[in-house]
């Protein structure tokens, strides 16, 4: 085993936000799980990974009880969960020291946000030497506001604004700042067809 899939943060905290029905995939966990089946079928590490703000207060604070795995997916026995407090999933956990200790060189990443906490881990884990699979439709976001835009917008005011950069852009946007640089663009559909499982 030399591969890892990275799950980070497809967690509860997101759909306890008003923003959640702003996201790009609200089945994202579904995507997941055929990664993550894909995966295991493999031999590969799952890691799981949650975002947790112990004391905000808010969604991510653990002690309001939605920093847990999405519902729907399914971590097996043995699979590591970590809890991160930064953006990428390496700096304030032992994500590194658990690689290293299994001899993992390759990692597959996926998760909610796209261009946040799943690019930055991509871009951290590129820059420490990982060779990294960055699953575009496995990965899922929000439109995100201007800068300008009030800290207290509603998502109606959000999605009114014609400044506002929709999902679909982020995405995209994303897909071509890692691409060649700090990762491999990849499908679920282009992963299975190469351990042939499609047609």
Not at 29 to 48: I, T, Y
Not at 72 to 79: H, I, K, M, Q, V
Not at 113 to 122: F, G, I, L
């Amino acid at each position: 085993m030399t591969r890892a899939l990275i799950v980070i943060d497809v967690q509860e905290s997101f759909r306890a936000r008003p923003l959640w029905e702003t996201t790009s995939d609200l089945k994202i966990a579904d995507q997941v799980n055929r990664l993550v089946r894909l995966s295991r079928q493999a031999g590969d590490l799952v890691v799981w990974v949650l975002h947790s703000e112990p004391g905000a207060g808010d969604v991510f604070d653990p002690a309001l009880g939605h920093v847990r795995l999405m519902e729907e997916l399914e971590r097996a026995d043995g699979e590591p969960l970590i809890h991160k407090t930064s953006h990428n999933a390496f700096t304030t956990t032992n994500l590194q020291q658990l690689l290293t200790a299994r001899g993992i060189r390759e990692l597959t990443v996926c998760g909610i946000r796209t261009e946040q906490c799943v690019e930055t881990t991509t871009r951290v884990a590129s820059d420490l030497g990982y060779q990294v699979t960055f699953v575009i439709d496995a990965t899922a976001t929000n439109p995100i506001p201007h800068r300008d835009a009030p800290a207290d917008q509603s998502v109606a005011d959000l999605l009114a604004d014609p400044r506002t950069l929709p999902a679909e852009e982020v995405i995209r946007r994303t897909e071509y700042a890692l691409a060649g640089r700090f990762a491999t663009i990849s499908t679920i559909d282009q992963l299975e067809a190469a351990a042939g499982l499609q047609a």
